[in-house]
């Protein structure tokens, strides 16, 4: 079978699904939605933006005038820390459980102007910083099982605010995706008695076919089993189980490949390229989960441009996911792009 030419399905092992892939539909036209591309520049600081040092956010609360990168409390938290336990179920049917936690943002930089694509490495260090030390405190709670770091880039991905920022939720049970690859990622190291992603990574590396980019620490490949256009996984080339095990030259690796990837993403369509970012790593249940392989997610949804974005609709909401471009094609192309971002002066 060639797999770069024809229908065929690929298994993700980190969650048991299954996609399909068509490779030779990426030769039909193009006639249906087409986004609008912002293209005004941003400001340095903009009085407006709640998220800007020293302005009053949406709750009342006001910022200080913080020089680097800033944490607070979500002022309108999905998890919130008092919620009483409660349970419900109504015939096995209707099941319902009361859920606690913590959501906070963490400001990337003063900047308003800034994305991490644009943010020096050491700034972005700062970033890592700031990660492994919110991974360190909520995971510490006795109740915070699982501590969800994330970044929602563009209003196309639902970002309310353009300012550089994340977010960081703390669940008192562990959500479903990351349960799931737990599940997988177990079940491996039991069958195997090694682990799942330290051989991916490896097979990848060996291979070239989906490689991205790559540093001392980090490699950045198209995941073989990838469901969005150009998605990719970011993951250590050792095995590290969560953020909190970097040491000082993985930190700085682990900026420079996120860099790195977010110039060639924006370089890929000169656009200010959107998606969800987040990280998966071992559960703060107080359990050692030898067989969790600390790493990032991307999730970008532009399809052919800037302007044509996939959506998840008919068979891939009632059936299974289901791409076009192969990933083989996808990392290709990004790995055809420059790290010298299109926006720098000449």
Same mark, same amino acid.
């Given at each position: 079978?060639?797999?770069?030419?024809?229908?065929?399905?690929?298994?993700?092992?980190?969650?048991?699904?299954?996609?399909?892939?068509?490779?030779?539909?990426?030769?039909?036209?193009?006639?249906?939605?087409?986004?609008?591309?912002?293209?005004?520049?941003?400001?340095?600081?903009?009085?407006?933006?709640?998220?800007?040092?020293?302005?009053?956010?949406?709750?009342?609360?006001?910022?200080?005038?913080?020089?680097?990168?800033?944490?607070?409390? &979500?002022?309108?938290?999905?998890?919130?820390? @008092?919620?009483?336990?409660?349970?419900?179920?109504?015939?096995?049917?209707?099941?319902?459980?009361?859920?606690?936690?913590?959501?906070?943002?963490?400001?990337?930089?003063?900047?308003?102007?800034?994305?991490?694509?644009?943010?020096?490495?050491?700034?972005?260090?700062?970033?890592?910083?700031?990660?492994?030390?919110?991974?360190?405190?909520?995971?510490?709670? @006795?109740?915070?099982?699982?501590?969800?770091?994330?970044?929602?880039?563009?209003?196309?991905?639902?970002?309310? &605010?353009?300012?550089?920022?994340?977010?960081?939720?703390?669940?008192?049970?562990?959500?479903?995706?990351?349960?799931?690859?737990?599940?997988?990622?177990?079940?491996?190291?039991?069958?195997?008695?090694?682990?799942?992603?330290?051989?991916?990574?490896?097979?990848?590396?060996?291979?070239?076919?989906?490689?991205?980019?790559?540093?001392?620490?980090?490699?950045?490949?198209?995941?073989?089993?990838?469901?969005?256009?150009?998605?990719?996984?970011?993951?250590?080339?050792?095995?590290?189980?969560?953020?909190?095990?970097?040491?000082?030259?993985?930190?700085?690796?682990?900026?420079?490949?996120?860099?790195?990837?977010?110039?060639?993403?924006?370089?890929?369509?000169?656009?200010?390229?959107?998606?969800?970012?987040?990280?998966?790593?071992?559960?703060?249940?107080?359990?050692?989960?030898?067989?969790?392989?600390?790493?990032?997610?991307?999730?970008?949804?532009?399809?052919?441009?800037?302007?044509?974005?996939?959506?998840?609709?008919?068979?891939?909401?009632?059936?299974?996911?289901?791409?076009?471009?192969?990933?083989?094609?996808?990392?290709?192309?990004?790995?055809?792009?420059?790290?010298?971002?299109?926006?720098?002066?000449?």
């Amino acid at each position: 079978m060639t797999i770069s030419s024809q229908p065929h399905r690929r298994l993700n092992p980190l969650t048991g699904e299954w996609l399909l892939v068509s490779p030779h539909r990426t030769q039909r036209p193009w006639q249906g939605k087409v986004e609008s591309v912002a293209t005004a520049s941003l400001p340095h600081y903009d009085p407006a933006c709640y998220l800007c040092p020293g302005n009053t956010r949406a709750g009342g609360e006001k910022n200080p005038a913080y020089d680097s990168t800033y944490v607070f409390v &979500n002022d309108y938290a999905s998890l919130l820390p @008092d919620t009483q336990a409660s349970e419900s179920a109504i015939n096995g049917l209707l099941v319902s459980s009361a859920e606690r936690g913590i959501c906070r943002v963490l400001c990337f930089s003063p900047r308003h102007d800034l994305t991490l694509a644009r943010m020096d490495t050491g700034s972005i260090e700062r970033v890592v910083d700031a990660w492994m030390q919110q991974y360190a405190e909520l995971g510490a709670i @006795d109740y915070i099982n699982h501590v969800q770091i994330f970044e929602n880039r563009g209003d196309t991905m639902g970002c309310s &605010n353009p300012h550089p920022h994340g977010q960081i939720w703390a669940n008192q049970t562990v959500p479903l995706l990351v349960e799931r690859e737990g599940f997988y990622q177990e079940d491996y190291r039991r069958k195997k008695n090694c682990c799942m992603l330290c051989d991916y990574v490896t097979l990848e590396l060996d291979r070239k076919e989906r490689v991205v980019l790559e540093n001392d620490t980090f490699a950045v490949v198209v995941p073989f089993w990838a469901v969005w256009p150009f998605e990719t996984l970011l993951l250590p080339k050792m095995h590290i189980s969560d953020i909190g095990k970097l040491e000082p030259a993985h930190k700085a690796d682990l900026a420079d490949a996120m860099r790195r990837l977010g110039i060639r993403y924006d370089n890929l369509f000169s656009t200010s390229f959107p998606y969800s970012m987040g990280i998966h790593q071992r559960p703060t249940d107080g359990k050692s989960h030898p067989h969790w392989h600390f790493h990032m997610h991307y999730y970008p949804p532009l399809l052919r441009s800037a302007t044509v974005k996939k959506f998840m609709v008919g068979y891939e909401m009632l059936a299974q996911p289901q791409r076009d471009i192969t990933p083989e094609l996808a990392a290709e192309r990004l790995r055809g792009c420059s790290e010298r971002h299109y926006a720098d002066p000449a």
